[in-house]
């Protein structure tokens, strides 16, 4: 399984981005989709998952409410839509795919497969 994350780039405070996530093979459909960020200096952090029944899980803290992620099946393409965005949203997202259960979803050592990255910067 390869993943293949694109859409960064720089957007000022208050715009929108849409991250796009294309997960290679024919066991999309198996796989937890999870997008994580990771800040310069920081931890990588947990943004938002779809998993493989549909479920959709966010961290609720900071981002529930401006980001949506969904799914398209016939693309093997996850999106996530990030609105109102924010300086402290500026990081290095990244899209994963593994298999966790529901209660552990938000922990990224739990994925098998990483996408490369890519870059969104907001600015003030």
């Known amino acids: 399984v390869q993943l293949q994350a694109s859409g960064g780039g720089l957007v000022q405070a208050g715009g929108s981005l849409r991250v796009s996530c294309v997960v290679s093979?024919?066991?999309?459909?198996?796989?937890?989709i999870a997008w994580f960020r990771q800040a310069p200096g920081k931890e990588r952090t947990f943004i938002a998952a779809i998993r493989w029944n549909g479920e959709l899980i966010y961290d609720s803290d900071s981002v529930k409410g401006r980001f949506t992620i969904s799914r398209d099946n016939a693309k093997n393409t996850v999106h996530l839509q990030m609105n109102s965005l924010k300086p402290e949203d500026t990081a290095v997202y990244s899209c994963?795919?593994?298999?966790?259960?529901?209660?552990?979803?938000?922990?990224?050592?739990?994925?098998?497969?990483w996408g490369q990255g890519t870059q969104v910067t907001v600015s003030s």
């Open positions: 994963a795919a593994g298999n966790p259960i529901s209660s552990a979803t938000m922990q990224p050592q739990l994925y098998y497969y």
């Open positions: 093979g024919r066991t999309f459909g198996r796989y937890t």
